[in-house]
């Protein structure tokens, strides 16, 4: 029953064929029907494995013991790369002239500029698994901006977005980069995007990236670093984003 | 939650883990990429994938180191859903339902089916993974398809036409 084309039908079905051959191959459908019924059973197999596979998913219990163990790397991590820093002041110990100290100082910044967008994601993604994803529900920046005075190091730009499709959620105040970063939470569908702002001098700001397929986009507006982070498509990020500097612009301009 | 938790999760059953060696093997692989991540290159779905498949095999062959030292065959299947009542108890509807429809297959070629249909890998990169020419990576699916549909058509109510 199987035609000689049989690896070839396969190979059309998986899109693996170059144009010209594909339609090559179209034109041999038109007249084996033997084809054409690979074919077909082709997609149903398909459709059918999809079904089924729908119908797995990773348990709660999964979920909530990969987070741990994440945390626990990244927390790990961390300490590591503490270590590592205490060793080369103390093998420094002042001997070294002012500019090798410049030259470090550099190299450190750099060591530690990835690592505050890496952190910003493993603490979006334990904030989203436990119950402390919001410590102060407003969406009324009457209400917020005052309550991150004197619990956060930066009175971040408070701002609901709900006529844009980006509702205030609420704020939270966490430790990043040795401060305490000011973390807004926002909706936008189904998702939850947050921005996390935290003192930082005015420096190369961290090119957008994904870490665990959270995308992060970073700017930075006077000394104030943000950062938003979450699981929405870029361009849907890039809007809330631009509110935000826009916001944030106006703010600091004075009347 | 966590992202592609499910799409690795859901890989790993197919590559005939039991939900318990599923769950330990995802949960290596998530910290493999999480360490890793630098090395990140295109989508991040596949790239996790196939980190899911190399702790398959690498716990695989953990797996058999251990029987083996105890003077047991060395040729063991992979562990496939063989009948365990207390596992099957709590088997979801779903899990139960793959487990029939991938019911006969080889590891080999549930493999392939997953690298092709789950991770939706190109011929090229499953070839690269398996270290296998591409030619192989088409036979070897193709016959993963025709076993796929023999048993199928066997079982009516599994059928697809």
């Known amino acids: ?45 398909r459709a059918r494995l999809r079904v089924a596979s729908e119908g797995i998913n990773a348990s709660r219990a999964l979920s909530t013991r990969v987070s741990a163990a994440l945390a626990a790397a990244e927390d790990a991590g961390r300490s ?3 270590e590592r820093r205490t060793f080369w002041f103390g093998a420094l110990g002042g001997a070294l002239a002012g500019a090798c ?11 530690l500029r990835p690592d505050a967008l890496t952190q910003v994601a493993a603490q979006h993604v334990s904030a989203l698994a436990g119950d ?53 939470v926002y909706a936008h569908g189904a998702h939850v ?18 870490v665990h397929g959270y995308h992060l986009l970073a700017w930075q507006s006077g000394d104030v670093r943000s950062c938003l982070v979450g699981d929405a498509a870029w361009p849907e990020l890039q809007r809330l984003a631009g509110l935000l500097q826009e916001r944030a612009r106006l703010e600091a301009v004075p009347p | 939650m966590l992202p592609h938790l499910d799409a690795a999760y859901r890989f790993a ?21 999480f360490r890793a991540h630098g090395a990140l290159r295109g989508e991040p779905r596949p790239w996790l994938l196939t980190i899911v498949r190399n702790c398959h095999v690498d716990a695989h062959r953990e797996r058999q180191r251990e029987t083996s030292g105890r003077g047991a065959l060395r040729d063991e299947p992979l562990a496939g859903f063989g009948p365990d009542p207390q596992l099957a108890a709590i088997q979801s509807q779903g899990e139960a339902q793959l487990q029939r429809l991938l019911g006969e297959l080889t590891p080999e070629q549930r493999e392939v089916l997953a690298l092709r249909e789950l991770a939706e890998l190109s011929y090229r990169e499953i070839a690269a993974l398996l270290t296998v020419p591409i030619g192989t990576v088409m036979s070897r699916l193709a016959r993963a398809r025709e076993a796929l549909q023999e048993h199928w058509t066997r079982e009516p109510d599994h059928g697809v036409c």
């Open chain 1, 193 to 210: 995007l947050e921005v996390f702002s935290w003192p930082a001098p005015a420096g190369a700001v961290p090119l957008p990236r994904t």
């Open chain 2, 13 to 33: 059953r197919w590559l005939g883990n039991t939900r318990a060696d599923a769950e330990d093997i995802v949960q290596e692989a998530m910290l493999r990429a």
């Open chain 1, 80 to 82: 590591r790369q503490r």
């Open chain 1, 132 to 184: 402390a994803l919001i410590q102060m529900r407003s969406s009324s920046h009457h209400t917020l901006k005052p309550w991150f005075a004197g619990r956060s190091d930066v009175a971040p730009v408070v701002a609901d977005f709900s006529d844009e499709g980006y509702p205030l959620l609420g704020g939270r105040v966490q430790r990043l980069a040795g401060s305490r970063a000011a973390v807004l």
């Open chain 1, 1 to 45: 029953m199987a035609c000689a084309e049989s690896l070839r039908v396969q190979a059309y079905f998986d899109a693996e064929l170059p144009p010209g051959e594909a339609r090559a191959l179209e034109e041999h459908l038109n007249e084996c029907a033997a084809c054409r019924a690979q074919l077909q059973v082709l997609g149903a197999q």
């Open chain 1, 101 to 111: 100290a410049v030259a470090l100082v550099f190299l450190g910044a750099q060591r």
